[in-house]
T-cell receptor, first 114, second 114 residues
């Protein structure tokens, strides 16, 4: 089954404790992206990747890191989480065809930082 | 820079009535426009997309949207609401000069009443 998976689905952590949210897709998509969803703000893009070893900042990259060493994986790293990073996080992927970008979204990771 | 504004954070419609969700965009270059739907506790699913072909775009589940350049709008409609249409809807824009970068609107929650 074609899908985007995220782990963990739920995470409660404390301020300053490094964490990684994994994202994996099995559709051989070149493009992958991370978003955070907050009430009243919609989705905001954190980072995206056009292909392996190619990443770029979205609108809200501060406090986050990413890497793209393999085509299928795009982990999101919070080196020192803070309470304002409490949010619902989505990973998405798509083929990088001209004007396509039909993004497939993962189920989301709900992160709480206390 | 590009941005999206969705008018109305909540919309209530009667079953069988017209659904109209409003989206206005700003973009300095020809935009690519998308509508996504999010059901409770799920990721986002693409409803339809505009990529500079036909201005009237048909999507899944009976939805359609019309691109109006003069009004910088991309409103989503469905002639007859169904109970299963209750969800949150997001408009998104990507620019032809910024491949991979997306901006989403704040979302419109649709409630369908019997």
């Amino acid at each position: 089954e074609a899908q985007v998976t995220q782990n963990p689905r739920y995470l409660i952590t404390v301020t300053g404790k490094k964490l990684t949210v994994t994202c994996s897709q099995n559709m051989n998509h070149e493009y992958m992206s991370w978003y955070r969803q907050d009430p009243g703000l919609g989705l905001r893009q954190i980072y995206y990747s056009m292909n392996v070893e190619v990443t770029d900042k979205g609108d809200v990259p501060e406090g986050y890191k990413v890497s793209r060493k393999e085509k299928r994986n795009f982990p999101l790293i919070l080196e020192s989480p803070s309470p304002n990073q409490t949010s619902l996080y989505f990973c998405a992927s798509s083929f990088q065809l001209a004007a396509s970008y039909e993004q497939y979204f993962g189920p989301g990771t709900r992160l709480t930082v206390t | 820079a590009q941005s999206v504004t969705q008018l109305g954070s909540h919309v209530s419609v009667s079953e069988g009535a017209l659904v109209l969700l409003r989206c206005n965009y700003s973009s300095s270059v020809p935009p690519y426009l998308f509508w996504y739907v999010q059901y409770p506790n799920q990721g986002l699913q693409l409803l339809l997309k505009y990529t500079s072909a036909a201005t009237l775009v048909k999507g899944i589940n009976g939805f359609e949207a019309e691109f109006k350049k003069s009004e910088t709008s991309f409103h989503l409609t469905k002639p007859s609401a169904h109970m299963s249409d209750a969800a949150e809807y997001f408009c998104a824009v990507s620019g032809s000069d910024s491949w991979g970068k997306f901006q989403f609107g704040a979302g419109t929650q649709v409630v369908v009443t019997p």
